[in-house]
Every structure is written in C-alpha cells, then in structure tokens.
C-alpha cells in the first residue's frame, strides 16, 4: 500500500517538538509507519480508524523483532501501567494492561519453536504478583502450558527417524510407472515442504534474490526440489538416444503435469514444465514435432495456468476460487513480495528510524494466502516405492550445481546448431552468471 499523496499526520509520544516522530499516519487514520515501540503501543491500544492493525501487526513483527522482544516490550508496557497510579489515568492504565494481556494471548495462538525464550519470559511474567492479581492474566498459565506442550509434540513428529526406503522399484525405468501416480507421490512431497514455509521467512526474501548471503530457511527445501525437478527433466529427455524415445519421455513428463493441475499442485506442474521449457529441450525441435496435438494442447492449459505474461493475473484468479488441497507455485509469493518492495522504493521515503508499516500490510493478503493452503492435507495413499524412485531420481547429485552447459551441449549433439543457438548460448551464460552471484 504506497503512502498516500495527501499529507501523511505524525505522533509523538514526547512533549518536545524537536524529537523525530514515532508514528505515521495516513489521512484516514490508518498506520503507515512508525518506531517499534509506537506499533507497540497501538498493539495494546489499537485506534478504531485502523481495525486491521493488530490482524497485521501479529503475522508480520517477526520481520523487525523477535517474539521475545515482543513480549519484552508488551511486559515493560504492563509494568510502567502497575506502577502510575495517578487516579485520573485508572481507566487508561487498566485499558493498557488488558491490551498487553489479550497480545500475549495472540503471541501463544502462533507460537513457533524459536519462540522458547518467549514461553520462558511469559513463565516468569505470570508469576509476578501484580499479574497474579489480575483476573484478566487467570488465562495466561493455561495458554502457556499449552502452548509448551505443542511445542514438545511438534519437536517429537519432527525429530521421528523417516521409513526404510523401498528398493523393489530399483530396476524400474521411469516410463514403467504410471504418470498418475508420479504426480501423486510428487504432490504429497511438495505438499509436505509447502506446510513447513514460515510466513517470516517470504517476508524476509521480500527484496529479492541477491538482497542477503546465501540463504537457507524454511523456503528453501521447496525451491530446492523445484530446480532438482526441473534438471531431472532435463536430463532424462536430453539423455535419451533415439528420437522417438525423447519424444515418448517428453509426452510423459507433459501427462504427468497436467495430472498434477487436476491435482491442483501447481507448485510440481510449474517445475516439470519449465524444465520441459529449458534451451536445451525446448530447441530440439525435431523431437517437439513427433510430441502430438493433444499433447502440446495440455502444456499450454499448464502454461496458461500460471499465465507469467500477464502477471500471474489468471494464475491469482484461479487460486481464489478453488478449494483446498492445493500446493501452490510459491514462486508466484515470493515475486509478487519483491514487486510491494519496488512499488514503495517509488513511493515517498519512510524515515529511516521507522518500520514501513504499509509495506508490510500490502503483504499480509499474500501471507494470509499462503496460510490458507497449509492447512488441509491431500488424502493420496503414500506409495513408498514409488516415493524411493523420485529420492534417488532427485537426489543422485545432491552437492552437484547443475551444469546447464552440459545440458545444453548435449543438446548441440542430438540435434546440430541452428541460426540463433549462439545467442541462446549467451543467454544461459548470462542465466548462470546471475544464478551463481544470488545463489
């Protein structure tokens, strides 16, 4: 949400007119930035002009501070409340104490395992006799206890050893298997890395590759399975002798796309078409040519779902009306994050003391998406074989960068250079120089 044109109003909580303000608004009332600790205060005392604050405020602050120092600052808010005790400022007092009471509350709702030191804080925040007399803090012990005991159960799923993998599928080829249940065994892993993405960790890619080091976060396992299933194309078509085998191993990896769209996994659809779509494979034209009409017609209803020329507008259209089960492309996200961070370096500068408050509500719709998905599962019986086919498909060069010039003079050899390939091989030149520096 860019800063409005009109006059943007400022609050400060000191009575010298010399210090920098903490708290921008817009002319409707609505926040649009402000210091930590005045997006604190309008947690615990939000203004009715801006009913979403809090809605916004609790899936994004952890891009600007910890859990911890949330319920630090929420206790330091409560104990300066314990201890005015001017009776006129009663009512205020007491107002600010339910505020940072109803927080902690929100806090525990969406409690997370880096949040530990949080669950502590609370523990001893609770324990104080000011808040042990507080009828509103009765329900604080049992939210907490809880919330530890999710946490425990959570850590103890997670840390379970994973099944002996199946080895009766070794000997099978991949066109031994039925393209059905391929798109089914890839959905329930794509699935499950798509249920494991923090919303703060999109937030934090919100400027794009290249912005940070190397990064490795919850959003990783995803995109890495994405580019290992986009090579794996690659080379099982680019590695096929005969020409008719190519074009059988093209035809394949098309029906097992569009069985992935009716499966509503986007995120495994874009993957196999945009390594069906790969220089080196999209240039074999001899082989494109023996790929028949209704073929070529289910890549373009898997292209057209996605629709990158317009925006992904028919990609978004689409996803709001279906229903759960679905995996998304969550490549889709994290463009659309980088494209709120470009709108706003157009818009008038937010000072650099304080948090950009608009750019994070202009993003909460997209995280509020990405939620929605995470919490219906697929009912696809889990086929282990087939499961232990894809591991060893996707991960027989694990510590191995692809090496798209290999791929690509692979290529060269089955189907000999025409006008126009130099040019392609610049363009993956350029392609891999800007992988290798964001990578």
Known sequence: MPVSSDHPRTM??????????????????????????????????????????????????????????????????????????????????STIRAGVIEAIKL???????????????????????DVVKDARASEL???????????????????????????????LSLRDIDPLELAQQLTLMDAALFKRIRR??????????????????????????????????????????DPAARAATVTFFISIADHCRTLQNL?????IISGLNAPPVRRLQDTWQAVSETQRAQMLACEAAVDVAHQFTAYRTAL??????????????????????????????IPSHMIDFAQLRAAYPLLQDLSR???????????????????????????????VFELLERSFQLEARRPGDEKLVE?????STTSTETR
């Open 12 to 93: 400060s909580t000191s009575p010298s007119s010399e210090v920098q303000p903490e708290l921008l608004l817009s002319p409707d009332g609505h926040v649009l930035a402000g210091t930590t600790q005045a997006l604190v205060k309008q947690l615990i005392a939000p203004d009715e002009c801006d009913p979403s604050f809090v809605e916004v405020f609790m899936a994004t602050f952890k891009s600007f501070m910890t859990a911890n120092e949330l319920v630090d600052a929420l206790i330091s808010q409560y104990e300066k409340s314990v201890a005015s005790d001017a009776d006129e400022q009663n009512t205020m007092q």
């Open 141 to 171: 012990l049992r939210l907490v206890a809880l919330a530890q005991s999710r946490l425990s159960s959570s850590k103890k799923q997670d840390s379970k050893p994973a099944a002996g993998a199946v080895t009766k599928t070794e000997n």
């Open 267 to 271: 995120s495994s659809m874009v993957n």
């Open 200 to 241: 703060i960790d999109c937030l934090k890619r919100m400027h794009g590759p290249g912005s940070t080091e190397r990064i490795s976060d919850s959003v990783t396992p995803i995109i890495a399975l994405a580019n290992k299933v986009a090579e794996w194309v690659g080379r099982c078509v680019l590695f096929e002798d």
């Open 427 to 431: 363009l993956t030149r350029t392609l």
């Open 320 to 349: 709001a009306r279906i229903e759960p089960p679905c995996v998304p492309f969550i490549g889709v996200t994290l463009t659309l994050l980088a494209q709120i961070t470009t709108s706003h370096s157009t818009s008038p500068t």
């Open 107 to 129: 806090i525990l709702s969406d409690i997370e395992q880096d949040d530990r030191a949080a669950l502590f804080r609370m523990e001893e925040f609770i324990s104080q006799p």
């Open 373 to 403: 998905w995470q919490y219906t599962s697929y009912d696809i019986a889990p086929s282990p074989g087939i499961a232990a086919f894809l591991e060893r498909a996707l991960n027989g060069s694990d510590d191995i960068e692809p090496d």
